[in-house]
């Protein structure tokens, strides 16, 4: 009968396919066979250096086979008691070298004293002694080192690897290279890439250093590969954009390895490759908070969270319940949203109490009860209406659901005997141009200038969270799942962004640290193009702007090109946290100001918007706006003449 012929590469890859299984048939998870492997070492030690001691000669043989068994016996119980009899040596790294020293010194040491003097063997010679320990660590390591480079040199072989090169040759890269290395990783490093010449031609776990990171589309050329990986945790903002652009050069597709952050937070490990993400690029350093302080002002306090089922809402909860709560309570007027919150909530397994309630804060005897129900200390009140176009077209309802329900929530919290009520602002309230901007502004000013009567209020004032409903980054990031021309209103529109994680961190150390009447106001770093943000996530997504195409719409009802943080009349003044700055600035009036609350309410019930506009025109002076009709502006308009005699100001 004749035998099939096998082929030279199909041979190849039979041997490289048993070679990669052997260790684990053989050592995964088989101590007994593991330590008769170690046993056969630690004998042929022995009488190896039992024949270099004697000539190559086997005198003295029943002390020879009492010490042996002895020593046998000695030498498994240490390298136990070491964790030496695992599996898996084709992982074997430094500390397990060092347990072996450990071991093998820890077991001399032993063995000497019971072979000398318990068992009388005076005439043990010495040099087997030192010998033995010698040539068993060796034996126990070459063994251990053997597999690891047989099993990796087979897999750096392997045609069923992705091929990858790694940007970054740190502490970080170690970890990678070692997690690669690992039994179907399905990736094979060949070489990394580093700004730091000295580590030219350097290995790193027997990985090379090819060259620096602008050389990147030349080694690729050079060093076929099929994609890259960026392992630079703690790489900034600017360092990832440079990065990335040298990614795009070469042609392949990149992942990186997650932020140093979400490793320390344990949300990821090292080994989880992600896509690069638009925070990544943005430039925002980690941000160092007094958790403890957070964590004294939260635990074991009830907490409301208004607008709960929002972006910046979500994020509240979630974050709040780290720090152990007696009770949260989310409210929110959206039922659905409400609805997933609750199962998103409800997967960490909590002791702690959690409320969901559907309510409008506009709702004055609901938010009584559920106040009465709860006796909320601590209230974070997210819950307002916020895109800038809908609301120019909406503005009674602007107005009643940001500013006359922040007046009634605050007035409802101070009687239910809450201390401390925080209020989310936004940097449209800065020389606004829209009434969203205009309302919250006043609802700046109403907790600045309200008399505290035993209740602490803040304003925390910030720009565009990425990622928030409704935001620019979905809606681009739909139009290019659609295979849609990206839309960008102007050309030189900037705004500010930071994560919704880092605002609302920063939410929480600013309830710490506010004192009453206080407009406190996140860092944003610098204001970002939307157009440079739509051209990052076209190049993100493998895109070339030529195929894609950014179409300019021109600037929105109520828009402006840029934002701004402060007023010119603000004194800004730094707190214990250099991300958040107070300001100060003319304190209002509290009876005037109530005065013109109560006819901006009277204004609602004028047909138009015009007579609300010119209302809280008054109450904020720095509102500017476009006139609702005949190019006239609202103080000149018949609505507005109409609205001050209904006032009694005609």
């Not at 593991?34 to 024949?51: H, N, P, R, T, Y």
């Not at 790193?204 to 060259?211: A, M, T």
């Not at 152990?324 to 609750?342: I, W, Y």
């Not at 659901?401 to 989310?424: Q, R, T, Y």
């Amino acid at each position: 009968m004749q035998l099939p012929i096998i082929k030279g590469d199909a041979l190849r890859s039979i041997i490289r396919k048993y070679l990669i299984r052997l260790p684990r048939v053989l050592f995964h998870q088989r101590p007994l066979f593991i330590s008769a492997v170690q046993a056969m070492l630690v004998i042929g030690s022995f009488l190896l250096s039992w024949l270099l001691r004697f000539d190559f000669s086997l005198p003295y043989r029943r002390i020879l086979l009492t010490s042996g068994l002895l020593l046998m016996v000695v030498r498994l119980i240490t390298l136990r008691l070491f964790n030496l009899n695992h599996g898996w040596w084709h992982f074997a790294s430094v500390s397990d070298a060092l347990n072996i020293i450990k071991a093998v010194t820890g077991g001399s040491v032993f063995f000497f004293a019971v072979n000398r003097y318990l068992l009388g063997a005076v005439g043990f010679p010495r040099a087997v002694y030192i010998l033995e320990a010698v040539l068993t660590a060796s034996l126990l390591s070459g063994a251990r080192l053997t597999s690891r480079v047989l099993v990796e040199s087979v897999r750096r072989d392997s045609s069923h690897s992705k091929r990858v090169i790694l940007v970054g040759a740190g502490f970080a890269a170690q970890m990678v290279i070692r997690e690669l290395a690992r039994a179907n990783s399905g990736y094979v490093a060949v070489g990394c890439v580093d700004d730091d010449r000295s580590k030219m031609g350097v290995h790193i776990q027997g990985v090379p250093v090819l060259g620096t990171i602008e050389e990147l589309e030349i080694l690729v050329e050079d060093n076929p590969v099929e994609e890259i990986l960026i392992a630079i945790p703690s790489a900034s903002g600017k360092q990832m954009q440079r990065i990335t652009d040298a990614c795009q050069k070469a042609k392949l597709p990149f992942k990186t390895v997650p932020t140093l952050s979400d490793i320390i937070r344990g949300e990821a490990s090292i080994n989880q490759f992600r896509e690069v993400r638009l925070e990544d690029l943005l430039g925002r350093e980690p941000i160092h908070l007094d958790l403890e302080s957070v964590r004294r002002e939260i635990k074991g306090r009830t907490v409301i969270v208004t607008g709960a089922a929002g972006s910046i809402g979500s994020e509240l909860c979630n974050q709040i319940l780290e720090y152990g709560p007696a009770r949260l309570v989310c409210l929110d007027q959206s039922e659905t949203d409400l609805f997933f919150l609750r199962l998103e909530l409800e997967t960490r397994q909590s002791e702690i109490q959690i409320a969901f309630r559907v309510a409008d804060v506009t709702d004055g005897e609901r938010v009584r009860s559920l106040l009465s129900e709860f006796r909320p200390e601590i209230v974070f009140h997210a819950a307002a209406y916020k895109h800038v176009p809908l609301m120019e077209s909406n503005v009674q309802e602007a107005v009643k659901n940001n500013v006359l329900g922040l007046l009634a929530l605050v007035g409802l919290a101070d009687e239910a005997g809450c201390k401390n009520f925080v209020l989310i602002s936004s940097d449209k309230a800065v020389n606004p141009t829209n009434i969203m901007g205009a309302t919250k502004r006043t609802c700046e000013l109403i907790l600045s200038s309200r008399p505290q009567n035993g209740m602490r209020c803040v304003s925390v004032r910030f720009g565009n969270v990425l990622g928030s409903n409704g935001s620019v980054v979905p809606v681009l990031t739909q139009q290019l799942h659609n295979h849609e021309a990206l839309t960008v209103t102007h050309p030189d529109i900037k705004r500010f962004f930071m994560t919704t994680r880092e605002a609302v961190a920063l939410v929480l150390q600013s309830f710490v640290i506010g004192k009453h009447g206080d407009i406190l106001v996140l860092d944003m770093g610098e204001p970002v193009k939307i157009v440079d943000l739509a051209r990052t996530l076209i190049r993100l997504s493998g895109k070339s702007e030529h195929d894609v195409g950014i179409r300019f719409t021109g600037l929105r009802e109520g828009e402006k090109l840029s934002e701004e943080l402060f007023y010119e009349n603000e004194e800004v003044i730094p707190t214990s946290c250099e991300k958040i700055k107070r300001t100060k600035g003319p304190l209002r009036d509290w009876p005037e100001l109530c005065r013109q609350l109560e006819e901006l309410r009277a204004s609602m019930s004028v047909d138009g918007a015009a007579p609300v506009r010119a209302k809280i025109k008054e109450i904020v002076p720095e509102y500017s706006y476009q006139a609702d009709f005949s190019g006239q502006t609202c103080d000149d308009s018949l609505a507005a003449r109409r609205f001050r005699a209904v006032a009694g100001h005609d």
